[in-house]
Protein backbone atom coordinates (compact mmCIF):
# COMPACT_ATOMS: atom_id res chain seq x y z
CA UNK A 1 0.00 0.00 0.00
CA UNK A 2 1.64 3.42 -0.77
CA UNK A 3 2.24 6.32 1.51
CA UNK A 4 -0.48 8.26 -0.35
CA UNK A 5 -3.54 5.79 0.20
CA UNK A 6 -2.63 5.45 3.84
CA UNK A 7 -2.82 9.23 4.02
CA UNK A 8 -6.22 9.25 2.69
CA UNK A 9 -7.31 6.87 5.35
CA UNK A 10 -5.82 9.15 8.27
CA UNK A 11 -8.39 10.58 10.47
CA UNK A 12 -7.00 12.29 13.80
CA UNK A 13 -9.22 13.38 16.13
CA UNK A 14 -8.87 16.88 17.74
CA UNK A 15 -6.40 16.62 20.27
CA UNK A 16 -4.90 13.21 19.27
CA UNK A 17 -1.71 12.68 17.30
CA UNK A 18 -0.53 9.93 15.77
CA UNK A 19 3.13 8.09 15.46
CA UNK A 20 4.59 6.36 12.35
CA UNK A 21 7.78 4.84 13.15
CA UNK A 22 10.62 3.71 11.13
CA UNK A 23 10.06 6.36 8.34
CA UNK A 24 12.79 7.12 6.44
CA UNK A 25 13.39 11.44 5.22
CA UNK A 26 12.56 10.35 1.61
CA UNK A 27 8.64 9.05 3.25
CA UNK A 28 8.72 12.26 5.92
CA UNK A 29 9.52 14.12 2.68
CA UNK A 30 6.45 13.11 0.91
CA UNK A 31 4.04 12.97 3.20
CA UNK A 32 4.64 16.85 3.83
CA UNK A 33 3.91 16.70 0.27
CA UNK A 34 0.97 15.08 0.66
CA UNK A 35 -0.31 16.77 3.85
CA UNK A 36 0.11 20.08 1.79
CA UNK A 37 0.50 23.60 3.43
CA UNK A 38 -3.04 24.60 3.80
CA UNK A 39 -3.78 21.93 6.87
CA UNK A 40 -5.13 22.43 10.42
CA UNK A 41 -2.50 19.49 11.20
CA UNK A 42 0.91 19.97 12.74
CA UNK A 43 3.81 17.80 12.08
CA UNK A 44 7.17 16.76 14.55
CA UNK A 45 10.12 14.47 12.72
CA UNK A 46 12.79 12.79 14.83
CA UNK A 47 15.07 10.20 14.01
CA UNK A 48 12.61 7.94 12.11
CA UNK A 49 9.59 8.57 14.05
CA UNK A 50 7.12 10.92 12.75
CA UNK A 51 3.87 12.73 14.61
CA UNK A 52 0.83 14.02 13.51
CA UNK A 53 -1.03 15.80 16.08
CA UNK A 54 -4.57 18.00 15.15
CA UNK A 55 -4.65 20.60 17.62
CA UNK A 56 -8.38 21.52 19.51
CA UNK A 57 -9.69 24.93 19.37
CA UNK A 58 -8.97 25.64 22.61
CA UNK A 59 -5.30 25.11 22.14
CA UNK A 60 -5.58 27.69 18.97
CA UNK A 61 -7.53 30.38 21.11
CA UNK A 62 -4.27 29.46 23.71
CA UNK A 63 -1.39 29.80 21.40
CA UNK A 64 -2.79 32.68 19.66
CA UNK A 65 -3.35 34.73 22.98
CA UNK A 66 0.34 33.91 24.21
CA UNK A 67 1.97 34.95 20.53
CA UNK A 68 -0.25 37.99 21.12
CA UNK A 69 1.58 38.50 24.32
CA UNK A 70 4.41 38.10 22.95
CA UNK A 71 4.29 40.15 19.88
CA UNK A 72 2.91 43.23 22.54
CA UNK A 73 5.92 42.24 24.70
CA UNK A 74 8.05 43.24 21.05
CA UNK A 75 6.65 45.80 20.03
CA UNK A 76 6.63 47.98 23.79
CA UNK A 77 10.04 47.41 24.61
CA UNK A 78 11.19 48.20 21.13
CA UNK A 79 13.05 44.64 20.29
CA UNK A 80 13.17 43.74 16.86
CA UNK A 81 11.58 40.17 15.33
CA UNK A 82 10.31 38.42 12.80
CA UNK A 83 7.52 36.42 13.70
CA UNK A 84 7.78 32.67 11.50
CA UNK A 85 4.01 31.48 12.86
CA UNK A 86 3.66 27.61 12.06
CA UNK A 87 6.28 27.26 9.74
CA UNK A 88 7.86 24.52 9.06
CA UNK A 89 11.38 23.49 9.73
CA UNK A 90 13.43 20.75 8.96
CA UNK A 91 17.30 19.90 8.26
CA UNK A 92 17.71 16.33 6.27
CA UNK A 93 21.42 16.35 7.38
CA UNK A 94 19.79 16.37 11.58
CA UNK A 95 17.22 13.86 10.24
CA UNK A 96 14.76 16.34 12.19
CA UNK A 97 11.61 18.54 11.50
CA UNK A 98 8.90 20.61 13.30
CA UNK A 99 6.49 22.97 13.15
CA UNK A 100 5.83 25.21 15.97
CA UNK A 101 2.34 26.64 17.09
CA UNK A 102 4.04 30.17 17.06
CA UNK A 103 8.00 31.25 16.69
CA UNK A 104 10.49 34.37 16.62
CA UNK A 105 13.50 35.36 15.14
CA UNK A 106 14.70 38.12 17.40
CA UNK A 107 18.52 37.45 18.22
CA UNK A 108 18.62 37.04 14.64
CA UNK A 109 15.60 38.57 12.95
CA UNK A 110 18.18 40.90 11.06
CA UNK A 111 19.37 37.58 9.12
CA UNK A 112 15.52 36.77 8.40
CA UNK A 113 14.45 40.24 7.65
CA UNK A 114 12.07 39.80 4.28
CA UNK A 115 11.97 35.78 3.63
CA UNK A 116 9.52 33.70 3.34
CA UNK A 117 11.36 30.50 2.99
CA UNK A 118 13.42 28.99 5.23
CA UNK A 119 16.47 26.68 4.70
CA UNK A 120 18.34 25.61 7.62
CA UNK A 121 21.15 24.63 5.68
CA UNK A 122 22.25 28.49 6.07
CA UNK A 123 19.15 30.19 7.78
CA UNK A 124 19.46 29.83 11.87
CA UNK A 125 16.78 27.89 13.92
CA UNK A 126 14.06 30.39 15.49
CA UNK A 127 15.14 32.43 19.35
CA UNK A 128 12.15 31.56 20.53
CA UNK A 129 9.33 28.75 19.84
CA UNK A 130 5.83 28.31 21.78
CA UNK A 131 4.41 24.75 21.99
CA UNK A 132 0.56 24.81 23.83
CA UNK A 133 -0.99 21.58 24.98
CA UNK A 134 0.86 18.60 24.02
CA UNK A 135 5.10 18.55 23.66
CA UNK A 136 6.10 15.32 22.98
CA UNK A 137 9.65 13.57 23.32
CA UNK A 138 9.76 13.59 19.31
CA UNK A 139 8.94 17.81 18.99
CA UNK A 140 11.64 17.70 22.36
CA UNK A 141 14.14 15.71 20.47
CA UNK A 142 13.23 17.85 17.57
CA UNK A 143 13.62 21.19 18.70
CA UNK A 144 16.75 20.36 20.20
CA UNK A 145 18.52 18.83 17.42
CA UNK A 146 17.11 21.61 15.26
CA UNK A 147 18.87 24.29 17.89
CA UNK A 148 15.96 25.81 18.62
CA UNK A 149 17.60 28.01 21.92
CA UNK A 150 14.04 29.25 24.23
CA UNK A 151 11.13 26.89 24.00
CA UNK A 152 7.80 27.63 26.24
CA UNK A 153 5.79 24.91 26.41
CA UNK A 154 1.95 26.11 27.91
CA UNK A 155 0.41 22.59 29.37
CA UNK A 156 -2.56 22.14 31.95
CA UNK A 157 -3.12 26.15 32.40
CA UNK A 158 0.63 26.66 33.28
CA UNK A 159 3.80 28.45 31.31
CA UNK A 160 6.68 26.64 31.87
CA UNK A 161 10.04 28.31 30.09
CA UNK A 162 12.69 25.86 28.83
CA UNK A 163 16.32 26.46 27.52
CA UNK A 164 18.88 24.76 25.60
CA UNK A 165 21.63 23.55 27.60
CA UNK A 166 24.27 20.96 26.30
CA UNK A 167 21.63 19.63 24.17
CA UNK A 168 18.75 19.00 26.26
CA UNK A 169 15.89 21.34 28.02
CA UNK A 170 16.13 22.57 31.06
CA UNK A 171 13.06 24.36 33.09
CA UNK A 172 14.38 28.33 34.05
CA UNK A 173 12.59 30.44 36.35
CA UNK A 174 12.84 33.60 33.37
CA UNK A 175 13.16 33.92 30.04
CA UNK A 176 16.66 34.72 28.72
CA UNK A 177 14.47 36.67 26.14
CA UNK A 178 12.70 39.54 28.07
CA UNK A 179 15.07 39.19 31.29
CA UNK A 180 13.75 40.13 34.63
CA UNK A 181 10.03 40.65 33.28
CA UNK A 182 7.56 38.04 35.29
CA UNK A 183 6.63 36.08 32.17
CA UNK A 184 4.65 32.98 34.26
CA UNK A 185 2.79 35.26 35.67
CA UNK A 186 2.13 37.56 33.10
CA UNK A 187 0.99 34.27 30.91
CA UNK A 188 -1.29 33.12 33.80
CA UNK A 189 -2.93 36.51 34.42
CA UNK A 190 -3.68 37.25 30.79
CA UNK A 191 -5.23 34.02 30.13
CA UNK A 192 -7.29 34.15 33.16
CA UNK A 193 -8.68 37.68 31.97
CA UNK A 194 -9.30 36.82 28.51
CA UNK A 195 -11.96 33.98 29.97
CA UNK A 196 -13.36 36.49 32.78
CA UNK A 197 -13.11 39.99 30.20
CA UNK A 198 -12.66 38.73 26.89
CA UNK A 199 -9.35 38.11 24.68
CA UNK A 200 -9.43 42.15 23.77
CA UNK A 201 -10.24 43.86 26.73
CA UNK A 202 -7.49 41.31 28.14
CA UNK A 203 -4.66 42.04 25.82
CA UNK A 204 -5.11 45.94 25.64
CA UNK A 205 -4.40 45.88 29.57
CA UNK A 206 -1.57 43.86 29.06
CA UNK A 207 -0.48 46.58 26.52
CA UNK A 208 -1.28 48.94 29.26
CA UNK A 209 0.82 47.54 32.05
CA UNK A 210 4.00 46.71 29.87
CA UNK A 211 3.64 50.63 29.03
CA UNK A 212 3.44 51.63 32.61
CA UNK A 213 6.41 49.51 33.19
CA UNK A 214 8.94 50.42 30.51
CA UNK A 215 10.50 53.41 32.72
CA UNK A 216 11.35 50.45 34.53
CA UNK A 217 12.98 47.86 31.92
CA UNK A 218 15.77 48.01 30.10
CA UNK A 219 14.67 48.23 26.39
CA UNK A 220 15.66 48.15 23.36
CA UNK A 221 17.49 44.50 20.81
CA UNK A 222 18.89 42.11 23.70
CA UNK A 223 22.37 40.99 22.91
CA UNK A 224 22.25 37.88 20.57
CA UNK A 225 22.60 34.53 21.95
CA UNK A 226 25.12 32.43 20.83
CA UNK A 227 23.27 30.03 18.04
CA UNK A 228 24.10 27.25 16.06
Not at 51 to 60: D, G, L, N, S
Not at 152 to 168: A, F, P, V
Request: hydrophobic share 35%; aromatic share 6%; net charge negative.
Amino acid sequence: MSVTLQLQQLDVPPGQRLLIRNLNWQKFEHILEELGDHRSSRIAYSHGTLEIRMPTPEHEVDKELIGDMVKILLDELEIDCECFGSTTFKQKNMDSGIEPDQCFYIQNHARMRGKRRVDLSVDPPPDLAIEVDVTSKTQLDAYATLGVLELWRYEKNKLNIYTLQEDSYQPVAISPTFGSLPILDFVAEVLEQSIAIGRSPALRAFRQKIRNLKSKIPHGNQQPRTSR
